[in-house]
């Protein structure tokens, strides 16, 4: 879900089907969600230009658009399982998902900036936080920080294998990253998609750190990562069906390209390499067809 500071609907070009929601409107989002048997929710704020700086100070504000999202949904579907994504890319004007600093993000100082948000999300009621951004060694430290602060039972999804990948477009428009983004690469700090023995690495250190789940983003494109993940770990691996996979695939069917069923055996082809759960920006159509 995009959730903006709006009224009612905007629509997301790159997305058909797919808008960013204002608060006066998100319950009733909610309730179509939770009525159509999805039980879980993965939150990304469409941050104003003018709440955004080069640390991405607004991310652990405690009344920041997400934190305020989440306590409005707690409160009307307590049931509902909240995902709040920690990276600060939604919040930095150059759209990096740390601070960046003579062409590179820096590690240490930003995850500084990402327990504070964690703690934020968590106070606000998420039930499992979404470390996204890619730095060494955060899991371990915002696991250290929740424990230190009596949120034992917080869940970790940590984007362990998360790929410098091209299928990111329609995401970084639909959050207004992409301008502040511009030509600049996050491949210093996401991995070569060229290297699956790197993902393996990256998992292993997470879970060894108190990662809860490990991700792999993109999804079709990464059936092989998925497969040895839970194959080595036989932790609970979640996968994400992007933006780019998704808007390609929708494109498709809406120009009679594609029959619509591409869509559900997108899926379970992720769920065949062995995902446990798998975020698609499809769920509420495939949960009407399922």
């Not at 989002?29 to 704020?45: H, M, N, Q, V, W």
């Not at 990402?114 to 060694?137: E, N, R, T, Y």
């Not at 970790?156 to 329609?170: E, M, Q, R, T, V």
């Amino acid at each position: 879900i995009f959730i903006k500071d709006i009224s009612g609907f905007e629509k997301i070009e790159s997305m058909p089907g797919i808008s960013r929601i204002g608060l006066d409107v998100l319950m009733d989002e909610i309730k179509e969600i939770y009525d159509l048997g999805i039980k879980s929710i993965a939150i990304f704020p469409v941050v104003d230009g003018s709440k955004k700086d080069e640390k991405g100070n607004e991310s652990y504000n405690e009344s920041n658009l997400v934190c305020t999202a989440i306590r409005d949904i707690k409160k009307n579907f307590p049931d509902m399982v909240i995902i709040a994504d920690v990276a600060l890319d939604p919040y930095t004007s150059h759209g990096h998902d740390g601070i960046y600093h003579d062409n590179y993000v820096l590690n240490d100082e930003t995850i500084e900036i990402l327990i504070k948000q964690s703690l934020s999300l968590a106070k606000a009621g998420a039930d499992i936080l979404a470390p996204s951004d890619m730095m060494d060694g955060r899991v371990g430290l915002i696991r250290n920080a929740l424990e230190n602060n009596n949120y034992k039972n917080t869940i970790i999804l940590s984007y362990a294998a998360k790929f410098s990948s091209g299928f990111y477009g329609p995401f970084r428009n639909a959050v207004n990253s992409a301008s502040n983004l511009g030509d600049n690469s996050k491949s210093t700090y996401q991995m070569d998609y060229a290297n699956s023995d790197e993902a393996l690495h990256e998992v292993a250190l997470d879970i060894k750190e108190g990662a809860d789940i490990v991700m792999v983003k993109p999804g079709m494109p990464y059936l092989d990562i998925i497969f040895r993940i839970k194959e080595v770990f036989k932790i609970p691996t979640f996968a994400y069906q992007v933006s780019g996979e998704y808007a390609m695939i929708s494109q498709a069917i809406s120009n009679g390209l594609l029959d619509k069923k591409v869509m559900l055996e997108s899926l379970l082809s992720l769920k065949r390499a062995g995902a446990d759960a798998i975020l698609t920006y499809a769920a509420k159509e495939i949960s009407k067809e399922l």
